[in-house]
Nanobody, 116 residues
Framework: QVRLVESGGGLVQPGGSLRLSCVASGFTFSRYGMAWFRQAPGKERELVATISTTGGSTNYADSMKGRFTISRDNAKNMVYLQMNSLNPEDTAVYYC?????????WGQGTKVTVSS
């Protein structure tokens, strides 16, 4: 059974940091590109960052560049999102995504609230 389970969300003050984690099971993790998406209240889901199968290539949405860092550990079937300098506009549910040719998996999401 394929599972993606996110963790690490919560309430953080503006300017603070959080590290999201996603553990994968039920598929060959190292063969999948991984990504983080987010969906803010009343908005469409948007791409946050992607990372290649080996971790050698990463890409970020413009508003996250320099603040967020995606990484992965293929030995642990984990993908991470380090988020720094958070602001209220980063409030959203963050989703882990695994993708290969013809297959895409989603986690259930972890909620991040940035508020004072």
């Amino acid at each position: 059974q394929v599972r993606l389970v996110e963790s690490g969300g919560g309430l953080v003050q503006p300017g603070g940091s959080l590290r999201l984690s996603c553990v994968a099971s039920g598929f060959t993790f190292s063969r999948y590109g991984m990504a983080w998406f987010r969906q803010a209240p009343g908005k469409e889901r948007e791409l946050v960052a992607t990372i290649s199968t080996t971790g050698g290539s990463t890409n970020y949405a413009d508003s996250m560049k320099g603040r967020f860092t995606i990484s992965r550990d293929n030995a642990k079937n984990m993908v991470y999102l380090q988020m720094n300098s958070l602001n209220p506009e980063d409030t959203a549910v963050y989703y882990c995504n695994a993708k290969t040719i013809g297959m895409t998996y989603w986690g259930q999401g972890t909620k991040v609230t940035v508020s004072s």
